[in-house]
């Protein structure tokens, strides 16, 4: 590993999708390196430091993000981390041969045994990703948010959700996610509770090694959510030095009560129930948020005065 960690102040937003990948190949020229897995995977590796963070995502995910950069490149910047970031053009799922042999060189180069700490992170589909592959680093921390456990249609044929990836292959290597964080030494499992699929497939992850933690009415927002209260890098940073359990998890998830995704979401949810009492609670509470202009509109229809009021929504989470 290198002794200095390696300034990546780049910028890869607007690009062609040809010229972003050739941009990563210098990035992993200059600091590492980057390989192409096959027409659908990469893998980017920043050597920078003796931890080192292993995401998983998908290209468009990425270039969706403000420098179009893998997420861990902030990890890099602010704590010295290194970075290995696989990377899919699909589903996520990164389940491929051309992974499963990547993962399976990485272990018998030893590639794990080098670093002091490792910690593998995914949202949904790339949550099932960390988790299957953690495998690969015994002893590894895990942090999945939202993680699909198998989408083989014999054990989830309830999830109707991503039905082409049903396809691929469940059974072999790195297949059964549940299973596959056996060996982790210590996963840490976000979902939403009233979101059914995402309950019944964090619910598969039975391990004594696993914490759930419960991320009530984020829907499938969860990690945009998390990245909009600024809370995404310290639940990193938690996770990393096994610091994060449910009082900390409590604390970071108090910023969702000024977040305009997740007040949304909610908001929607209550009316749904038709609950016009609880609606106008929430209504009250978003007057105090940046979002001020739509509660008091939406107040006026339920025919309440447009007054703010000091009350959390927690109740109704």
């Given at each position: ?122 949202h949904h589909a790339g949550g099932y990703a960390a988790a299957a592959y953690s495998v690969a680093a015994p002893g590894a921390r895990v942090l999945a948010l939202r993680p699909l456990a198998t989408l083989d249609p014999e054990i989830a044929g309830w999830d109707r959700r991503l039905l082409g990836a049903r396809r691929l292959d469940f059974s072999s290597r790195y ?143």
């Open positions: 590993m290198t002794e200095t960690m390696p300034v990546l102040d780049e910028d890869l937003s607007g690009l062609t999708p040809q010229d972003w990948h050739e941009r990563l190949d210098r990035i992993g020229d200059a600091h590492g390196y980057y390989e192409r897995l096959g027409p659908e995977h990469a893998a980017l590796f920043v050597d920078a430091g003796p931890k080192l963070l292993v995401t998983f995502e998908t290209r468009d995910a990425i270039r969706r993000s403000p420098r179009a950069l893998p997420r861990g490149f902030e990890a890099v910047a602010r704590n010295g981390w290194s970075l290995l970031a696989l990377i899919s053009e699909g589903d996520g799922l990164f389940r491929a041969p051309r992974v499963w042999g990547y993962i399976d060189r990485l272990v018998d180069e030893g590639f794990f045994e080098d670093f002091d700490r490792v910690l593998f992170y995914g297949g059964y996610a549940p299973d596959m964080v056996d060996a982790a030494a210590r996963v840490t499992v976000l979902y939403d509770p009233h979101h059914a699929a995402d309950a019944i497939h964090a619910a598969l992850y039975r391990r004594s090694n696993v914490t759930a933690l419960r991320a009530a009415h984020a829907g499938t927002r969860l990690e945009q959510i998390l990245d909009q209260g600024g809370v995404a890098a310290p639940l990193l940073d938690l996770a990393m030095e096994d610091r994060l359990d449910k009082v900390a998890f409590a604390r970071l998830w108090r910023a969702r009560r000024g977040n305009a995704t997740y007040l949304r979401g909610l908001m929607r949810r209550i009316e749904s129930a038709d609950r016009p009492a609880l609606l106008a609670r929430l209504c009250r509470h978003g007057l105090t948020t940046s979002e001020a202009q739509h509660y008091a509109r939406r107040l006026e229809l339920l025919g309440e005065p447009a007054r703010p009021i000091p009350v959390a929504v927690s109740r109704a989470s």
